[in-house]
């Protein structure tokens, strides 16, 4: 089955503890995204990655590091997580061409205590 | 900078109902590319429609379609006999033709009452 897979499903952390998001995507898709989706605000974009080895910042990238050393793994890494980054977050991908639209992970649920 | 806008925080409507979610955005680009997504309670972000900003027919997919007005920059997603499986927060979003960054207004919240 074409999908994207996200883990962990739920995290609870306590402040300045590093975690990583891990995403990983079974298309062979060239285009992945994380975004970070809060009340009122939509969806909005962390980091993308247009392919291996390339990544760049979205509109809210403060806090946060990806890297893309494969084609279908991109994980999301905090490095000293802060209660600001309390979020649900989801990972995307698409194949070359945005008509596409894209296709999202079942979310991750970060709660920063 | 390209904004979506959502002016409807909730909506409901009885279920076999039509119901019009409405969706404005602004930008200085002329190719582009529209989307409507679901997300139920399972959190599952779903693309209901997509809209090419070059073609003037409206998108249709089953009970959903859309009402397209790009001089007015408005993209709304009409609802045909709604069911109770159609409750679900939707998002319209945007993205450039030569671009990566999908913009999403701050969604809708629809339910469907029995």
């Known amino acids: 089955e074409a999908q994207v897979t996200q883990n962990p499903r739920y995290l609870i952390t306590v402040t300045g503890k590093k975690l990583t998001v891990t995403c990983s995507q079974n298309?062979?898709?060239?285009?992945m995204s994380w975004y970070r989706q809060d009340p009122g605000l939509g969806l909005r974009q962390i980091y993308y990655?247009?392919?291996?080895?390339?990544?760049d910042k979205g509109d809210v990238p403060e806090g946060y590091k990806v890297s893309r050393k494969e084609k279908r793994n991109f994980p999301l890494i905090l490095e000293s997580p802060s209660p600001n980054q309390t979020s649900l977050y989801f990972c995307?991908?698409?194949?070359?061409?945005?008509?596409?639209?894209?296709?999202f992970g079942s979310g991750t649920r970060l709660t920063v205590v | 900078a390209q904004t979506v806008t959502q002016s409807q925080p909730e909506m409901s409507v009885q279920e076999a109902e039509t119901v019009t979610l409405s969706c404005t955005y602004d930008?200085?680009?002329?190719?582009?590319?529209l989307f409507w997504y679901k997300q139920p309670p399972s959190r599952q972000m779903i693309l209901v429609i997509r809209?090419?900003?070059?073609?003037?027919q409206n998108a249709t997919e089953n009970r959903f379609s859309v009402n397209f007005q790009k001089a007015a920059k408005s993209f709304s997603l009409k609802i045909s006999d709604s069911q109770l499986g159609d409750t679900a927060m939707y998002f319209c979003?945007?993205?450039?033709?030569?671009?990566?960054?999908?913009?999403f207004g701050a969604g809708t919240r629809l339910t469907v009452k029995p």
């Open positions: 298309m062979n898709h060239e285009y």
């Open positions: 809209q090419e900003a070059y073609k003037q």
């Open positions: 979003a945007f993205i450039p033709y030569n671009n990566n960054d999908m913009r």
């Open positions: 930008t200085s680009e002329n190719n582009y590319y």
């Open positions: 995307a991908s698409t194949p070359g061409g945005f008509n596409y639209g894209y296709t």
């Open positions: 990655s247009m392919n291996v080895e390339v990544t």
